[in-house]
């Protein structure tokens, strides 16, 4: 069974500067969908970036990049020059192979980011 | 383009009753999927919907059901409420399933049960 493993339950980092936070997964199949999702306190489940299993080069949308070991299965996300409205849960999740063309995510516990002004 | 929209924001029920949740997609997705968050158990999947069937289920008890109509809005039925059915339940639509395609939340129903 696909597993998504977040072991940074809190992070505290400085307005403007960069930050890393952690993803690792595991799966059997050899295809596979990575996203991360903020989550606001509001509860809406933002979507950031994705990255496909197949994919050679790292994603990236605006401030967001995907740095994406695929040897040791980590997909961690990667924030520049943070900003106070990133202060929220961030969540790695994994998508299931598409079976009969059903899907479902898999989600991490989560990593609470708070910037620090 | 309006993003997904859940109805009720929240919700109070006393154990033994019934709740349903209602969820329409962002225009043009055909695929529903409700997900349970809570502090314990975190995020987990309830149920998939696709041109009104359901194609994948988590491992949830009977009492939780759904639906979905023909203009892909669902609704997500909960009977004979427990105390830990307390959760956030959020609802994600997307365009015909594909790798890269993102599912898209909404804000989430929060169901408390007293």
């Known amino acids: 069974a696909q597993k998504i493993t977040q072991t940074q339950p809190g992070m505290f980092v400085q307005e403007k500067e960069a930050v890393t936070l952690?993803?690792?997964?595991?799966?059997?199949?050899?295809?596979?969908?990575?996203f991360w999702y903020k989550q606001p306190s509001s509860g809406e489940m933002i979507f950031l970036i994705y990255q496909g299993s197949y994919d050679q080069q790292n994603a990236t949308e605006g401030r967001y990049s995907l740095n994406f070991?695929?040897?040791?299965?980590?997909?961690?996300?990667?924030?520049?020059?943070?900003?106070?409205?990133?202060?929220?849960?961030?969540f790695c999740a994994m998508r299931e192979p598409i079976i009969q063309g059903a899907q479902k995510l898999v989600f991490g516990q989560g990593t609470r980011l708070t910037i620090n002004p | 383009k309006a993003g997904v929209t859940q109805t009720p924001r929240y919700l109070i029920k006393t154990r033994g009753q019934q709740v349903t949740l209602s969820?329409?997609?962002?225009?043009?997705?055909?695929?529903?999927?409700?997900?349970?968050?809570?502090?314990?158990?975190?995020?987990?999947?309830?149920?998939?919907?696709?041109?009104?069937?359901?194609?994948?289920?988590?491992?949830?008890?009977?009492?939780?059901?759904?639906?979905?109509?023909?203009n892909s809005r669902s609704e997500m039925n909960v009977s004979t409420l427990e105390l830990?059915?307390?959760?956030?339940?959020?609802?994600?639509?997307?365009?015909?399933?594909?790798?890269?395609?993102?599912?898209?939340?909404g804000n989430g129903t929060r169901l408390t049960v007293t």
């Not at chain 1, 299965?73 to 943070?82: E, G």
């Open chain 2, 23 to 70: 969820c329409s997609p962002i225009s043009g997705h055909r695929s529903v999927s409700w997900y349970q968050q809570t502090p314990g158990q975190g995020l987990q999947f309830l149920f998939e919907y696709f041109s009104e069937t359901q194609r994948n289920k988590g491992n949830f008890p009977g009492r939780f059901s759904g639906r979905q109509f023909s």
């Open chain 1, 69 to 90: 070991q695929k040897a040791r299965k980590s997909a961690n996300l990667v924030i520049s020059a943070s900003q106070l409205g990133d202060s929220a849960m961030y």
């Open chain 1, 22 to 34: 952690d993803c690792t997964y595991d799966t059997s199949d050899p295809s596979y969908g990575l």
């Open chain 2, 84 to 105: 830990g059915d307390s959760a956030l339940y959020l609802c994600a639509s997307s365009l015909e399933p594909a790798d890269n395609s993102p599912l898209h939340f």
